[in-house]
């Protein structure tokens, strides 16, 4: 049989993905930060689009015409009082007087001493405020250089010292080996220890440290004393059995009470594990909900937070400028087209991802509300299944349009993932209890143990199964109480 090539007609359907459509479900799972970057970037990129403004221009000109008569009025008045002045500070021939009234020796002084900040002739009402004025933070490695600027630390030990500081992290530890540092200086591993330790004394106590220990032990002799020799050695041998509580143990080696021991943990209370910490450069991360939820009587009512989003408008001046058709040429009515159909797609598509949202935020209050009422341990479990039937859509947009995206409520301020669940099981609830409830009960349980007879991981589960109804296997429970940062029951004891 002859092979042949041929033309035939077929029609069908199929699913294609636009690029509005990818656009569409790009900003849906993007944050709100996120969303006002690209917005901001499309306003530069896209000439049709622009930002709606707060007050028109036409209405800023009303105002402005309203006004003109009331400061037309106020500047007569103004003029007659500068001409009264003047008839007190000149004469007949022009020359001037000293005005009868004034009082200079507050203008000479005000003019001698002017604010803090504000130089001679400039008026403070002209200067930003303190609140917009930006401030660079010291981190600890700028700290430490400085202190080395006025140490008597010169030469070559100057070079290795800045070598030194240079490799301390954050945290205030000495992050590379005397070796290390050695072969790139180049100098000898005894000499660049030498050094260390001079930089071992500079403020704070403990920095430069190369362990936990080595920290600790620097910290000590800082803060001297008489039982800083004991608090070494318990340092030096007894860190283990210290971080356990075994105070017993304590006191048998050293010979000392067991009393004492705990006087010397104490003391330990006052020594910083992580000394660079106080002078860390991180920024706190404020985060801004994009949804409301407030309660009005009986009742949750969600209101979207537009605040800080740019509203966006389609340009008229490209708008006539298509209109007018004859008067622009192809190539310019095909670009400026093509850019105006962008723009509205991505008008439409911020909208369509707003009502989304406010959509599924009113689903989650709907299934949650007892947890808006009483708290924690009433949460539900839920999965995207129960809000993607309840409002019609796939569970695929509802978990792109909850991923980082945060909803301030009366409870406080969440992410809208913490209230999809899965439940753990309960005797009592056919759908199981959500894991956040879980770690609230075991939260309560361990701050209200014995510091001698702290619970076990099985006694825990023992104890949420009696109480709470709630059956689960102990390695969830370990997996919760590491979650919650909680160290295990050997560590919580307290051996007094």
């Known amino acids: 049989m002859a092979l042949e090539i041929k033309q035939s007609m077929k029609l069908g359907q199929s699913l294609v993905v636009t690029p509005q459509l990818q656009q569409a479900i790009k900003l849906l799972q993007l944050s709100r930060l996120e969303l006002t970057n690209l917005i901001q970037k499309e306003l530069t990129e896209n000439p049709c689009l622009e930002e709606e403004e707060e007050e028109s221009e036409t209405q800023r000109l009303e105002a402005e015409e309203e006004s003109h008569g009331e400061q037309h009025e106020k500047a007569k008045e103004e003029d007659k009082g500068h001409e ?20 200079w020796e507050n203008y000479v002084s005000s003019y001698n001493a002017p604010e803090k900040g504000v130089g001679r002739g400039q008026d403070s009402e002209d200067l930003p405020s303190f609140e917009n004025t930006l401030r660079k933070t010291e981190t600890l490695q700028d700290y430490l250089y400085w202190q ?35 072969a790139l200086l180049p100098t000898t591993p005894d000499k660049v220890e030498a050094v260390l330790k001079k930089v071992q004394e500079f403020d704070p106590a403990g920095v430069a440290a190369r362990d936990l220990k080595e920290c600790l032990l620097l910290q000590c002799k800082s803060l001297g004393g008489d039982e800083s020799e004991l608090v070494a050695k318990v340092i030096e041998n007894h860190l283990g059995d210290l971080e356990r509580h075994n105070y017993k143990q304590i006191a048998k080696s050293l010979g000392i009470p067991v009393e004492r021991v705990a006087e010397i943990a104490k003391f330990m209370q006052q020594l910083d594990p992580k000394p660079g910490r106080g002078h860390s450069s991180e920024q706190p991360q404020y985060i801004t909900p994009d949804v409301h939820v407030i309660k009005i009587g009986n009742d949750y009512v969600v209101t979207l937070n537009e605040d800080g989003l740019p509203k966006l408008n389609i340009s008229p001046l490209y708008r006539r400028a298509i209109m007018a058709g004859e008067t622009v040429g192809a190539q ?27 959509r599924v935020t009113k689903s989650i209050v709907k299934f949650q509300k007892e947890f808006l009422d009483k708290g924690t341990t009433s949460l539900k479990p ?52 959500a894991p956040e409830v879980v770690k609230e009960y075991l939260q309560k349980m361990v701050s209200g143990e014995s510091p001698e007879n702290p619970l076990s991981d099985q006694e825990i589960t023992a104890a949420l199964k009696n109480q709470y109804n709630i059956d689960i296997a102990r390695r969830t429970v370990a997996k919760y109480r590491e979650v919650l940062g909680i160290s295990p029951s050997s560590r919580r004891k307290r051996h007094l």
């Open 382 to 433: 839920m999965v995207l299944k129960d809000v993607a039937e309840d409002i019609g859509m796939h569970e695929s947009t509802i978990s792109r349009v909850t991923t980082n995206k945060y909803v301030h409520t009366p409870r406080g301020l969440f992410e809208l993932k913490y209230f999809f669940n899965s439940g753990l099981g309960s005797s009592i609830n056919s759908d199981g209890v």
């Open 148 to 182: 080395l600027g006025l140490s008597n630390i010169g030469g070559e030990e100057h070079k290795i010292a800045e070598e030194i500081i240079g490799n301390i992290n954050d945290d205030g530890y000495l992050q590379a080996t005397l070796e290390e540092m050695a």
């Open 84 to 103: 009264h002045a003047m008839d007190e500070v000149g004469n007949k021939d022009g020359e001037l007087k000293e005005p009868s009234n004034f009082d």
């Open 332 to 358: 310019a009515k095909d670009y400026i087209q093509d850019k105006l159909r962008q723009a509205l797609w991505l008008i439409k598509s911020i909208h369509q991802r707003q009502r989304t949202l406010y």
